[in-house]
């Protein structure tokens, strides 16, 4: 907002509707003081791709930490503190060099939220759901993830209780770093499997 | 029911917005429509399934051209109207104007649920068809693999059914399976070396 503020933006027909359904909620009482600052604030700061990162960057890292995550991922992830809604029924799907996973939900937006946090708008967006089951190397390309025509692509759609995180192969070249610097490499679109890291 | 969040497979769409650098949040209203969410679907304690389907039950044109979180706001003012803890007059006083709402349930309310499922029909390996049926209610069974022809790869344990949950208080929970489809068996124009996995629920499938 530029300095000022004589001319703030008209309020939109959705934010009108947003805000009639809290004040009724509001005077209704069901609205605890601070609550929709208290769960925006864990979404925007602590509950991300963040959390992802460490898991994945943990696995590059430790050999057997990364057996038990694919053996069981939802208990290998709670051994990094992560856990909670949407994330009861974790199942890590591997990225080899012949083998490449990708995540989608077509009906909804069903997504890790411990690891991942809340999806990005595209990801709920129709044009991903729709394509990405129908047409995945066109869809991956265009979206800066061209793969070769003899790797295999695995779609994972989120249609029921379990929630995907893709373990992305570790980048070459990446041999003496640290847990904390590997992390650093992990991105959010390399866990969904529309990147690679 | 076969509504337009079914949306695999729909030919149409163009580009996906993408972006790798995305905030949470990009308005604030956006943070409260997805909290005031938490707040109704606690208050009337709704289940998974029912919160998925006042989504579903949008109208085709508005689900089409509004953000995710304008859906999370129309199923929370969906569900607290039904449940009675406002109207819809109410909101649209509030609001200045029109404050559109899902439509009606179709189905009839789910009274006997039948008693869970614990043993799992299928194992790995085993081929299976996916029902080619359309509920009125709510399922997790998408239009793009029914009628269709796959492999069982995982076995889940046991989950409610999301048909039953979402059209009352009866329960009943059963296996769920991941099963694998060759993208040339789903699509005249499948990708080659494409498989689809997809999670779905022992009602919806029968032995292939």
């Known amino acids: 907002m530029s300095a000022g503020g004589h001319h703030p933006a008209p309020v939109s027909q959705v934010e009108r509707r947003v805000a009639a359904l809290e004040a009724l909620l509001t005077e209704r009482g069901l609205v605890p003081a601070g609550f929709i600052e208290e769960i925006t604030r864990r979404y925007e700061a602590e509950i991300g791709p963040m959390n992802g990162a460490k898991v994945v960057a943990r696995a590059w890292a430790d050999p057997q930490y990364k057996q038990r995550l694919l053996a069981d991922g939802t208990a290998a992830i709670a051994e990094l503190g992560f856990g909670g809604p949407e994330g009861d029924h974790m199942v890590i799907v591997e990225n080899t060099p012949g083998i490449h996973n990708v995540i989608v939900c077509t009906l909804c937006s069903c997504y890790p939220w411990p690891v991942l946090g809340l999806p990005p708008a595209w990801y709920k967006d129709p044009p991903y759901r729709a394509r990405m089951v129908r047409e995945p190397r066109t869809l991956l390309a265009e979206m800066g993830c061209p793969l070769p025509p003899e790797t295999e692509i695995r779609v994972w759609d989120s249609s029921a209780e379990v929630r995907y995180l893709v373990l992305p192969e570790r980048p070459p070249g990446t041999e003496g770093m640290s847990e904390a610097e590997l992390a650093g490499l992990v991105t959010r679109d390399s866990m969904i499997g529309v990147a690679r890291p | ?208």
């Open chain 2, 1 to 208: 029911m076969d509504g337009i969040h079914d949306l695999g497979g729909r030919q149409g769409f163009g580009t996906v917005g993408y972006s790798p650098a995305e905030p949470v949040f990009h308005h604030r209203w956006e943070a409260v429509a997805r909290a005031l969410l938490v707040v109704v679907a606690g208050a009337v304690k709704a289940s998974g399934g029912e919160f998925r389907h006042s989504i579903e039950r949008m109208e085709p044109g508005h689900y089409l051209t509004s953000s995710y979180y304008e859906h999370w706001l129309t199923a929370a003012a969906t569900l607290a109207v039904e449940h009675g803890l406002v109207t819809h007059s109410e909101l649209e006083e509030r609001a200045g104007g029109r404050f559109p709402l899902s439509g009606p349930v179709l189905a009839p309310p789910a009274v006997a649920a039948g008693p869970d499922v614990d043993t799992p029909r299928f194992g790995v390996g085993d081929r299976v068809r996916v029902r080619e049926w359309h509920p009125p209610g709510h399922t997790r069974s998408p239009g793009y693999v029914r009628g269709k022809t796959g492999t069982v790869i995982r076995v889940d344990g046991i989950h409610s059914v999301p048909d039953i949950e979402a059209h009352g208080a009866a329960r009943r929970r059963e296996p769920t399976y991941s099963v694998r489809f060759d993208a040339a068996d789903l699509w005249r124009d499948g990708q080659r070396g494409v498989w689809i996995h997809v999670d779905l629920w022992d009602s919806y499938l029968e032995r292939s």
